[in-house]
């Protein structure tokens, strides 16, 4: 789906202020509320945009260790087993992937402290199905999410080629 500058400018203004109504956000941006309805189906209908909602920062209510995981699953048990096992099991997991290479998933996990960390894996190593895991501590984050830059970069390729299409008419 191809988005415009219009599109990118209401998901950066929702991005960062999950809550605010359709009207402020047509007031924001100088556009007809309708618009902002219209552009919002659109961009739901599209998969561009899946929810508006806020952003749960796990720090907030004490979570302040993020460790990845790698897990090697037993073949046999296949990947969506395992995978709903450990979602059901372990809230901790806060982002999985089945992946390519030496494992299968990769999980983002949440912890309070190191020992926190370690009942995680312990509970990780007893879901039926896996076979072994390999873990790291993430020091410092950087960025999260990054979005933004990636739908603004869309936009402006939109722009860029619709005036390439206008200047060969």
């Known amino acids: 789906m191809r988005i415009d500058k219009l599109d990118a400018a ?37 998969g561009v945009i899946e929810a508006i909602v806020p952003r749960i920062q796990p720090t907030g209510f004490d979570y ?15 990947h969506e087993p395992v995978a709903a ?7 901790e997991i806060v982002d999985m992937y089945t992946v390519t290479g030496a494992h299968d998933l990769q999980l983002r996990i949440v912890a309070r402290n190191a020992q926190d ?7 990780i190593n007893q879901v039926p199905g896996v076979a072994r895991t390999a873990s790291s501590m993430a020091l410092r984050e950087h960025f999260q999410g990054r979005t933004l830059p990636l ?5 402006q390729r939109t722009e860029t080629s619709e005036k390439a299409i206008q200047n060969d008419q």
Do not use: K, W
């Open 85 to 91: 096992a450990l979602a059901e099991s372990i809230p």
């Open 117 to 123: 960390l370690q009942s995680i894996f312990d509970r």
């Open 64 to 78: 302040q260790l993020v460790a990845f995981c790698s897990v090697e699953i037993i073949q046999r048990y296949g």
């Open 151 to 155: 739908v603004e970069a869309c936009a």
């Open 10 to 46: 209401l998901i950066r203004l929702l991005t960062e202020n999950p809550n605010l109504p359709a009207m402020e956000c047509a007031r924001r941006l100088g556009v007809a509320r309708g618009t902002v309805t219209s552009r919002l189906s659109r961009l739901h209908e599209g």
